[in-house]
T-cell receptor, first 115, second 116 residues
Framework: NAGVTQTPKFRILKIGQSMTLQCTQD?????MYWYRQDPGMGLKLIYY???????DKGEVPNGYNVSRSTTEDFPLRLELAAPSQTSVYFC??????????????FGSGTQLSVL | AQKITQTQPGMFVQEKEAVTLDCTYD???????LFWYKQPSSGEMIFLIY??????QNATEGRYSLNFQKARKSANLVISASQLGDSAMYFC?????????????FGPGTSLSVIP
């Protein structure tokens, strides 16, 4: 039972490079989320999706893009990486229609450093 | 304005004692949900407990209970009989109405240290 899978686990980028963080879930969840967590801080919502083809901005969307072409996958794209994007990135999913059990399931995170 | 406030950056508790971690929230949506997550030093996010805004009773999950005071907009986490393994960061989170769809946002967290 894989749950939410994120790749890669670690990545170092140079300033100005681009990359895609991958996230896939096998629980047929409709909602998916991307968060970033800076050292010693809470999680900030970057983007989220309520289903295939539907995404919306969160609290800190600048510098990122997302797409949701399938229920399973929700990649996060970083264009022109900047040192301020150094963070741990978490992907999460939930099944929003079950109001008795709508908890978020998290991936193990991607530690990204931009140098 | 911060939607979720956790006013205790760090807390200490003696092993086997109970501890309360505070969380206040701000929303005008009548339908919302409140969560608590634990993040140990390994970095994983572990779900602890959930409370829906229409739930009449406070949620409980083993040693965890949520003290939900709707009028005061507070959702404090109570951990009974603390264990050394409870040392971690604890985050309060809320599902609220976004501009178009519901979204889940997190508070800044409280670091809990359990002392033997």
């Amino acid at each position: 039972n894989a749950g939410v899978t994120q790749t890669p686990k670690f990545r170092i980028l140079k300033i100005g490079q681009s990359m895609t963080l991958q996230c896939t879930q096998d629980m047929n969840h409709n909602y998916m989320y991307w968060y970033r967590q800076d050292p010693g801080m809470g999680l900030k919502l970057i983007y989220y999706s309520v289903g295939a083809g539907i995404t919306d901005k969160g609290e800190v969307p600048n510098g990122y893009n997302v797409s949701r072409s399938t229920t399973e996958d929700f990649p996060l794209r970083l264009e022109l990486a900047a040192p301020s994007q150094t963070s741990v990135y978490f992907c999460a999913s939930s099944y929003r229609e079950d109001i008795t059990d709508e908890k978020l399931f998290f991936g193990s995170g991607t530690q990204l450093s931009v140098l | 304005a911060q939607k979720i406030t956790q006013t205790q950056p760090g807390m200490f508790v003696q092993e086997k004692e109970a501890v309360t971690l505070d969380c206040t929230y701000d929303t005008s949506d009548p339908s919302y949900g409140l969560f608590w997550y634990k993040q140990p030093s390994s970095g994983e996010m572990i779900f602890l407990i959930y409370q829906g805004s229409y739930d009449q009773q406070n949620a409980t999950e083993g040693r965890y209970s949520l003290n939900f005071q709707k009028a005061r907009k507070s959702a404090n986490l109570v951990i009974s009989a603390s264990q050394l393994g409870d040392s971690a960061m604890y985050f309060c989170a809320m599902r609220e109405a976004g501009t178009s769809y519901d979204k889940v946002i997190f508070g800044p967290g409280t670091s809990l240290s359990v002392i033997p």
